[in-house]
Structures are given as C-alpha cells and as structure tokens.
C-alpha cells in the first residue's frame, strides 16, 4: 500500500533555530517527491520538488531512497515560515499524489 | 493569471441532503483534481480528470459521490445523499497536463459542513 508518514502534528522552533519536517514514504515504483505548503489563510501551493533539485525559501529537501525519507531542512527558520507542509510522492505517469497528514511549523520570535 | 475557483466557499447541509460544488480550473489546464481534505489530515485524491475523460477515480464512493467535466473545463463534484462524515474541505486542483513535472494548482477550498 502507498503510504506517506509525517510522524511530527506540530513543530515549533525559535527563530534563526535549524528546522527539519521528517517524510517517511512507502510506495510501488520510483515516485517523484515534492513538498506542499500552506500558509495562515492562503492556498495550498507547491514549495518544492525533488526534481529539480533547487533551494526554495532557504529550504531544501534530501531523497535518501535506502531509507525511503524525504526530510525538508532548513538552516535557520523565519517568522514567516509558519504554516502547514505536507510532503506528497508522486505518480511519475499520472501525477497522481499521495498527502502525508501535514507537519504545522511555528516559528517563535 | 486568474487562479482556480471555486464555489461555493462553504455550505452546511443536514444528513441525506444533497449538494454541488464547482470548479474553474486556470485556463489552459488540461487536467482537474478533486481533493477530499478531512480536518487534521492531509487531501485525498477523489478524482483526476484528463480533458473530459477520467484518469483515476479509485477513491472516489460512487454511491453517493458523482463529478463531471463535460467540456474539458469547469467541473463539478456532487454528495447525494450526505452523510456525516463527508465533513471535509472540498478542493480542487488543476495542472498543465497529468504529467508528474507539472505542479498541481489549488483553489481555495469548499468547506461542507454536514449536521
């Protein structure tokens, strides 16, 4: 069975702090990875994808496909990235995504 | 860009009511998601339409649950008769194509309340 573990409800940190929202996945074939995020009274909008490899708001995210993880880091958290993450593995043939529970990141001044 | 829209943006109805949600996906998307978001969980794909034709509805109770996209554009989703526990966030998504590299944009959510 497809199934995507984000085994933090809530992470809260201070500011300038190091930040890591853990994504445990199980999933039949070779999925591709990305990170959904949704801020206080916005959208849910895509943050990143393990596709291209890129840096996002000070974020990056490791594949480690021995140990099926897919953690988001960041350096030193900001205020502004609390929210809602959810990490979603993908169907590289319909783009089909599964949803972990979410991981809610609060930034404390 | 005119994002994706949805409406209405919330609607409480009793149990074995029915009700209709709809979706506007952003022009030129050829393929539509509807999401089921139940509170503290993440969505859960309903059903992915690619143009007119259904791609996936595997999670989708067809008993009481029915969605179409008879043109290839707006969609929409319809609960008859509801049950308690169809309180959820309702979303829609649309992307380019069903391809994985294509990101997946969302709309601002139906919010059904179920009494």
């Known amino acids: 069975a497809q199934r995507v573990t984000q085994p933090e409800k809530l992470l809260s940190v201070f500011k300038g702090a190091p930040v890591e929202l853990k994504c445990n996945y199980s999933?039949?074939?070779?999925?591709?990875l990305f990170w959904y995020v949704q801020y206080s009274r916005q959208r849910l909008q895509l943050l990143l994808r393990?596709?291209s490899r890129e840096s996002i708001k000070g974020f990056t995210a490791d594949l480690n496909k021995g140990e099926t993880s897919f953690h988001l880091k960041k350096p030193f958290a900001q205020e502004e990235d609390s929210a809602m993450y959810y990490c979603a593995p993908g169907s590289s043939n319909t783009g089909k995504l599964i949803f972990g529970q979410g991981t809610t990141l609060q930034v404390k001044p | 860009e005119a994002g994706v829209a949805q409406s209405p943006r919330y609607k409480i109805i009793e149990k074995r009511q029915s009700v209709a949600f709809w979706c506007n996906p952003i022009?030129?998307?050829?393929?539509l998601y509807w999401y089921q978001q139940i509170l503290g969980q993440g969505p859960k794909l309903l059903i992915q339409?690619?143009?007119?034709?259904?791609?996936?509805d595997s999670q989708l109770p067809k008993d009481r649950f029915s969605a179409e996209r008879l043109k290839g554009v707006d969609s929409t989703l319809k609960i008859q008769p509801a049950k308690l526990e169809d309180s959820a966030v309702y979303l829609c998504?649309?992307?380019?194509?069903?391809?994985?590299?294509?990101?997946?944009?969302f709309g601002p959510g139906t919010r059904l309340t179920v009494l």
């Open positions: 393990h596709i």
């Open positions: 999933y039949s074939g070779s999925p591709e």
């Open positions: 022009s030129g998307h050829a393929t």
């Open positions: 998504a649309s992307s380019l194509t069903g391809g994985v590299v294509n990101e997946q944009f």
């Open positions: 339409f690619q143009n007119n034709g259904v791609v996936d």
